[in-house]
């Protein structure tokens, strides 16, 4: 069964901007592999004094037996930033704009 999804990421405790893009371009890789690349925006930011990655779908995506997707997808999106900056902490919202639409 398929299902749209969205999501958005947060990236925390990232120790400066260069360790910032390294985890990107982790990320951009293996968004590139499960060739969704082109529908998610990732980037650096600097707010507050702290520096982070963020990330978000520009539109739901339509993703096939997703209950085996989504834990998979986690745990190497978490591996790709954990290869970079074993202290950062990873948060993945997900959206699941067909029961959002319907008032659930």
């Given at each position: 069964?398929?299902?749209?999804?969205?999501?958005?990421?947060?990236?925390?405790?990232?120790?400066?901007?260069?360790q910032?893009?390294?985890?990107?371009?982790?990320?951009?890789?293996?968004?590139?592999?499960?060739?969704?690349?082109?529908?998610?925006n990732?980037?650096?930011?600097?707010?507050?004094?702290?520096?982070?990655?963020?990330?978000?779908?520009?539109?739901p995506?339509?993703?096939?037996?997703?209950?085996?997707?989504?834990?998979?997808?986690?745990?190497?999106?978490?591996?790709?930033?954990?290869?970079?900056?074993?202290?950062?902490?990873?948060?993945?919202?997900?959206?699941?704009?067909?029961?959002?639409?319907?008032?659930?």
């Amino acid at each position: 069964m398929s299902v749209n999804i969205d999501f958005n990421f947060t990236v925390t405790d990232v120790t400066d901007e260069e360790q910032a893009q390294q985890i990107v371009r982790e990320l951009d890789e293996m968004l590139r592999d499960e060739a969704i690349k082109d529908q998610v925006n990732l980037g650096v930011v600097f707010d507050e004094g702290k520096w982070f990655v963020s990330g978000e779908t520009d539109f739901p995506l339509i993703i096939t037996r997703f209950a085996l997707w989504k834990p998979e997808f986690e745990s190497t999106f978490r591996y790709c930033v954990g290869k970079v900056a074993a202290a950062a902490k990873v948060t993945i919202d997900w959206g699941y704009p067909d029961l959002e639409g319907a008032g659930r």
